[in-house]
């Protein structure tokens, strides 16, 4: 099938970060099960584990914001409130806690590709960073990643709503059809993206966090693209 290739007139190409240059919400998913499977293994019904862990994973994300420190307090929280009913070790709990924050120690890990066309898109594009979370480790991982250098700016912010990208056209003047957020979430990058008129590359990425799911508005728009992989956003421009 013939590429679809966006306008020559993109001058400004935006990056999420998270599941979209690198995966992030694999190692939460990991351990999560991990978590959940401690408590079916000593007599709970899954179904309320999960239902367990789910409400208290959205009060905290609410009340504290997202990041990895949240989570591990979730964990240790959830831990707290079901150890006396149901008989979990707690060294079960820290091999789980180890696991996850070694990977978080040792990341970001790029998806295959991604130095490459950031190199490549710089020389014709301003590339950009476009995160949420908490920032000073949003911060860390992109200074980690080795792409820091490529970008000529970045956004790390609480939450992506449509303030932030409105902001964004503001402050830069930027004209919206200039611009194209490539990114993993219909609700954080896609949608908002695409109301404002800019162009946007929706990546699906099958371990995307469940409180970022949602449905792209329009997935028929003139200005959205679908790829499998980001290693195909060259054959966009
Ligand atoms: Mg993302």
């Not at 609410?62 to 990041?67: K, L, M, P």
């Not at 056209?169 to 908002?192: A, E, F, Y």
Request: a negative charge; proline letters at 6%.
């Amino acid at each position: 099938m013939a590429v679809h290739k966006l306008p020559s007139h993109i001058q400004h190409i935006i990056f999420d970060a998270d599941d979209t240059l690198w995966p992030n919400n694999y190692y939460f998913v990991e351990a999560t099960e991990n978590f959940i499977r401690l408590w079916v293994n000593a007599g709970m019904e899954e179904k309320a584990a999960r239902q367990t862990f789910l409400d208290f994973e959205k009060k905290a994300v609410a009340e504290r914001g997202y990041g990895s420190a949240n989570f591990i307090y979730i964990l240790q929280e959830v831990y707290r409130r079901l150890s006396p009913v149901y008989k979990v070790p707690r060294s079960s709990l820290d091999l789980i806690l180890q696991n996850f924050k070694k990977h978080r120690d040792n990341g970001p890990v790029l998806f295959p590709g991604v130095r490459q066309i950031i190199e490549t898109l710089h020389t014709t594009h301003a590339l950009y960073i476009l995160t949420k979370g908490r920032h000073e480790e949003q911060r860390e991982k992109i200074r980690r990643s080795g792409l820091e250098p490529f970008m000529k700016e970045l956004f790390i912010v609480p939450e992506k709503d449509v303030e932030v990208y409105a902001g964004l056209l503001t402050k830069h003047q930027w004209r919206p059809d200039t611009v194209c957020m490539v990114g993993n979430s219909p609700k954080s990058d896609i949608n908002p993206a695409l109301r404002f008129g800019m162009y946007a590359v929706y990546i699906p990425y099958e371990h995307t966090w469940h409180l970022d799911h949602d449905t792209i508005e329009q997935p028929d728009h003139p200005q959205l693209r679908y790829l499998e992989r980001i290693s195909e956003l060259p054959e966009l421009f």
